[in-house]
């Protein structure tokens, strides 16, 4: 938790660093503020600066979206030991390191987490497109959050489901007919983000236990 912490705080840093250049960036360079500044409509320019926020805001969700799958990804091998752990405990058994069981988490959790990292960024490219769009793109946010949300879920939840030998093809089919309880996984990891630093620093211990009950609670009625 506390080497999460310290890796957000780095990351969005550098997030607020560079995202205000790129977006102005982008409006000197089509010279879209000089062509603002010639109809001299405070309509228009209230409508270019709203979609200036949320392009922002979009583009803060993919750079937190990469940060969390570079994370996902160098500490697949915490994340894969802290869950056979939850597992001894939640069966109430003593725990027995399984050097295969372990490294077969390890190499599938990065697989899992690589192959959602392409498939959002397939989604994200015409979320980030439709939001410039005045009106329409003022709710493309909203849509990030929960694949966002989906997402982060999906690759915490995926631990459980490994666990009870399914592959990777069944645990999708199998979250794909639960997309509630990931997206709820999710949602709530990123509502303790609104806490700073307890927040930040439990967020992903939190993420990993909820899955590891939703996935039980999946099972247990069906």
Known sequence: GVIYTSLFIIGMNYFGQTSSFFIESIILKTGLKSFIDSLN?????????MGSFWLWFTLLLFYFALFKYLFLIFFAPLFAYLHLRIVAIQKAIPFIFNKREYFRLVGRSILVNLNNMLW?????????LVCTLPVVGWFTP????????YFLGFAMMDFGLATEKQNKNLAAAYLSRHK?????????FYLLHLLPIIGWITAPFYALVAAHLNTQEIKDTE
């Open 120 to 128: 959002q960024t397939v989604y994200l490219i015409p979320i980030v």
């Open 41 to 49: 409509s405070n309509w228009l320019g209230f409508f270019i600066t």
């Open 142 to 149: 909203l849509f990030t959050i929960l694949m966002e949300s």
């Open 180 to 188: 509630g309880l990931p997206t709820g996984n999710g949602i709530v």
